[in-house]
């Protein structure tokens, strides 16, 4: 294990898991038969401190004390709610099952001066101990401030604002990491491929790619001319990638305008009709409807036409026989 990756894997804990301080445990999660047989093992715990633990049982949170906390890292501790020590082994990947005393003696370049701390020291003080993360910040796992693993400031560096701060004695490095300045960084590909080339001249001119690498997440070995070498191994070559390559490109097809379509308009009736006198002529049905004659208005047309006929005969025979 590198010291970028314990101080990511102990930033991974603050940030990503429930943890309460609980003596002699190293990542256990808090069950009640987990609490029973701590309480037989040591002294530290009390009723008091028993039922402070006892309200998270079965929440899913981790125990560790100090030591503990970097011990069960280096044990293999990954979180895992369904082991009792949170997927940690004991006593394994030749790491000493040790106090605080004990790891710091483990340690190498042990000294007293703070200006040149590096990622992923030791840092202790007497029956306490964390580890330096960068920055002026360290780790560690403590009943007192927020009860549980947490972050706070080196106060050999400087007092931080927004962090609990305690001064350190001694610090040192621990044989079970390496140590490297250079952080190892990732990439993630999220094209489905994306091209790949032998040297960072060609992946910026995207001239003779060699083949394609599948969406994943690589580390990063080296960054060149704003191209990147990624790789399946840390710290071994890997191949070269244009960043550009590796954007999801938006459909930019105009989209079929839709158009909209118009309420059908009657057409009005311009044509004249045929003048057939075959067809049948519309009743205009706004002409006044015809009146009834009277009866008696009858009676007296019918009598004037018999006088004008009486009449018109006897004219007829005076003249005939004046004749």
């Avoid at 898991?17 to 029973?36: D, Q």
């Avoid at 399946?232 to 839709?258: C, R």
């Amino acid at each position: 294990m590198t010291n970028i990756e314990l101080k990511n894997k102990l930033l991974d804990i603050v940030n990503n898991y429930k943890t309460i301080y609980g003596m002699g445990t190293w990542g256990w999660i808090v069950t009640k038969s987990a609490i029973e047989r701590k309480k037989k093992e040591s002294s530290w715990w009390t009723t008091t401190r028993i039922n402070t633990i006892s309200k998270v049982i079965d929440k899913d949170y981790f125990m560790f004390d100090c030591i503990g906390l970097i011990k069960g890292i280096l044990w293999g501790w990954n979180g895992n709610s369904k082991a009792i020590y949170g997927g940690a082994g004991y006593n394994i990947n030749k790491v000493p099952d040790v106090n605080t005393e004990g790891m710091l003696a483990k340690c190498i370049n042990v000294s007293t001066n703070f200006n040149n701390l590096e990622i992923g020291e030791y840092l202790w003080m007497s029956g306490h101990c964390a580890i330096y993360i960068g920055d002026g910040l360290c780790v560690e796992c403590t009943p007192i401030w927020k009860n549980g693993v947490q972050i706070t400031a080196v106060g050999n560096i400087e007092n931080k604002k927004g962090y609990n701060s305690r001064k350190w004695t001694k610090h040192g490095k621990l044989p079970y990491i390496t140590y490297t300045k250079k952080e190892i960084k990732s990439y993630k590909i999220i094209v489905d491929e994306i091209p790949i080339y032998t040297n960072s001249n060609n992946a910026k001119n995207k001239k003779d790619s060699v083949g394609t690498w599948k969406k994943n997440t690589y580390y990063i070995f080296n960054e060149s001319n704003g191209m990147i070498n990624i790789t399946k191994t840390k710290n071994t070559p890997g191949a070269w990638v244009n960043p550009n390559d590796n954007v999801i490109k938006e459909n930019t097809e105009k989209p079929i305008e839709q158009i909209p379509i118009e309420p059908e308009i009657p057409i009005e009736e311009t044509e004249k009709p045929v003048n057939d006198s075959n067809l049948t002529p519309p009743i205009d049905s706004s002409e006044e409807p015809i009146k009834e004659i009277p009866k008696e208005d009858i009676v007296e047309i019918k009598e004037n036409i018999f006088i004008r006929i009486f009449k018109l005969i006897t004219n007829f025979i005076s003249n005939l026989f004046k004749k």
